[in-house]
């Protein structure tokens, strides 16, 4: 059984009287198997966040089902869902989302003080990570004090620490000089090959060539993918290229 199951997934937005309704998301569907790295791209309006938003139990489908590790997110109730969100789930975000008055230790052991998790194994989660993630020597430093790419790393350290289902990712390249882009991507191809299942939403043809499998979103359903299959990261930047201005000009790349 996928560890990710997406079905038929549609989201209708009302405006605030009623007046208007507008479709992001049609007819979604798709899984996502344990240990897969996958990337989802589209035009602006295109509904990548808004599916984003839905995966990560942010926001809730107009219809349709989300299945992670076999639990329809929508029978989760309210009170119970950042709970569930915390357990299962690992963001990374364009803006790190860090806490400027926490340090980079803080910041990064906050979900797990949030699920109570005890102070002796929240050190032995945290060195062997801050030590991966090459963050050792900032960990008593605040994010005021710390470059873009390291940010980034203590974020990517702070989903990791709770050995969440699923890392999503929206944008993580996107306030990054290209040195540390490229430091991030290489990251998350160490953590995928050590089995981590990864999701990245982007804009960056960059980025999505370092996956595995690419989603594309159009007009509010998933109306292509690319397999990587034995691609190098040069030849799957082409192939992701070429689709983009096949759907751009009304055609469809080949998979």
Do not use: C, W
């Amino acid at each position: 059984m996928a560890m990710l199951e997406v079905s038929n997934v549609k989201k209708i937005y009302t405006t605030r009287f009623g007046g208007t309704q507008v479709q992001a998301l049609s007819d979604v569907s798709f899984t996502v198997e344990k240990g897969e790295y996958i990337a989802i791209m589209g035009e602006s309006g295109s509904g990548k966040t808004t599916l984003l938003n839905i995966l990560a139990s942010l926001d809730r489908p107009t219809s349709g089902s989300v299945v992670l590790d076999g639990k329809d997110t929508a029978s989760i109730p309210d009170g119970k869902l950042a709970a569930f969100r915390r357990d299962n789930l690992g963001f990374v975000f364009q803006d790190f989302n860090l806490l400027d008055t926490f340090s980079v230790r803080d910041n990064i052991l906050l979900p797990l003080v949030l699920s109570g998790t005890g102070v002796k194994e929240m050190e032995q989660r945290l060195a062997p990570i801050a030590d991966k993630l090459g963050i050792s020597d900032l960990l008593a430093k605040f994010p005021y004090e710390i470059s873009g790419g390291q940010k980034q790393r203590t974020a990517v350290a702070r989903a990791v620490i709770t050995n969440p289902q699923l890392i999503l990712a929206d944008e993580p390249t996107g306030a990054l000089d290209s040195h540390a882009a490229d430091g991030l991507l290489r990251l998350f191809s160490d953590l995928n090959s050590e089995g981590q299942t990864i999701l990245v939403v982007t804009h960056s043809v960059k980025a999505a060539s370092s996956a595995k499998r690419v989603l594309f979103i159009k007009d509010g359903v998933v109306f292509h993918q690319i397999y990587r299959a034995n691609m190098n990261n040069d030849e799957m930047f082409q192939k992701i290229s070429d689709t983009l201005t096949a759907l751009a000009t009304g055609g469809e790349g080949n998979a």
